[in-house]
């Protein structure tokens, strides 16, 4: 897992906890979110404001769950794009423990390319393809093969 | 999808949503728990109280996301037991509109069984197992080359 | 607490609970919220469709918490508008056992009217105005001096 | 507000904006909360561990929004405690703009020390009593007149 280029931090909150002590599952997806969301602004491919302006959506996700989350363990989350496709992209998450490095969970995520004033999906962006290849060093072969 | 024997019915609420307009992604993961919860209740394997004494974790999901979900729209999630291992089980799941059948989502999750008091994994318990079995109409052929 | 004319059920969650056992209290919040859609909805103050084209929000908010609400207990929480003032109105609300009627929680909210297109303050719609005081059996006193 | 000496970060999440695009308001009582347990923490009144060894609860919350807060706002809660009676004790809190200083909302809390384990109320335990009035700057005049 010595690939991701970016971690964002995440407090665990009270608020996150279930009654069985631990962070609730669900959240383990608001951590990958706001991994995500930070990933977009951090590239530059959203430049804050209305989200109504910026567009993808997630059409898959599975999750890995290794161990339970505390309040206050020591979060980061991992993510990276591992796939550009034409319409859709492939990001990689890990949420591990700040000092130890340990894996909480894994996880993978098929992002889709949207646009909300036409409620349509759309092709990515050729300016998120360009940002998206520099930061992580992808492969730039072509993927007009490609179709999702 | 024809197979589900259980469904339980959603509303959606305003806190559900977000500044897309939609249902957040991490809330088909609370729905999907909440039919969950209510399935053991159905089944009798937990019967109320604290849920300290009920022991299933989830030790992975995946969600295909087929549709947004607004405000409104009137839900139901189905979910059926497909498999039962030693320790472990996979849970499908559907969340489908009530008026037109069509499909929101569908996932699967593996639940492990667990118990919180000795902080370890379990066998699926017998009484489960039977319960499950009958319910569902399993198959009841061996398990004991299945070691997860 | 026999004046309200308006409820919404609510089913808790297993999401809803917090590492205590019951509802976190923010849940509360949530609750009535979502029995203030509903209410308006119920009014025909809001027709469905976009949020951004309904108008109030909250300015303040008290709620007294009675005692706990656990996964299974059967809610309903009352709304009821007993002030109308020129930009604002009051909102009371009672959240309460379906069952035994014994009382959860009770909370009073102050709502103004916001226009999100032109993100301002505006004058209660004369509309909702006929509506809150029909449907409520408001006194239809003169309000003027109420600048709020 | 010169007179917090605790304040406690938080980060916004897109997972606490609602479809008018900012911060939910149920999730204004989760930031005060986390400030909370925060503050239980860095006083030593909670050393960790269970939620359920530790027992203080809301009984009343009282919140003034002064303006929305948006993702990627900086935030930070400020906690204090004004009030120690005898079996309850009341917190201010100011939800503020790390940069201008700005105030989005400020709010007031009746908590009450209760033990999970003999589901009770019980008398602020005076460990907790010489911590808070040591760090509030609190005065220390009799309280025995406060039966609350």
Request: glycine letters at 8%; proline letters at 5%.
């Amino acid at each position: 897992m010595e690939n991701f280029h970016f971690f964002h931090p995440i407090e665990v909150r009270y608020g996150d906890l279930d009654p069985q002590g631990h962070v609730n599952n669900a959240r383990f997806l608001t951590y990958m979110e706001q991994a995500r969301v930070a990933y977009y602004k951090h590239l530059g491919m959203w430049q804050g404001g209305s989200f109504l302006d910026f567009g993808a959506i997630l059409a898959e996700v599975r999750v890995t769950f290794r161990k339970p989350i505390h309040w206050g363990d020591p979060l980061k989350v991992g993510m990276r794009i591992t796939r550009l496709g034409n319409k859709s992209m492939t990001a990689e998450y890990r949420i591990e423990n700040v000092q130890d490095g340990s894996e909480f969970a894994n996880a993978t995520a098929v992002l889709v390319a949207y646009d909300y004033h036409q409620a349509c999906t759309v092709p990515v962006p050729e300016e998120w393809r360009k940002k998206i290849i520099e930061f992580e060093g992808l492969d730039t072969a072509p993927h007009h093969l490609d179709n999702l």
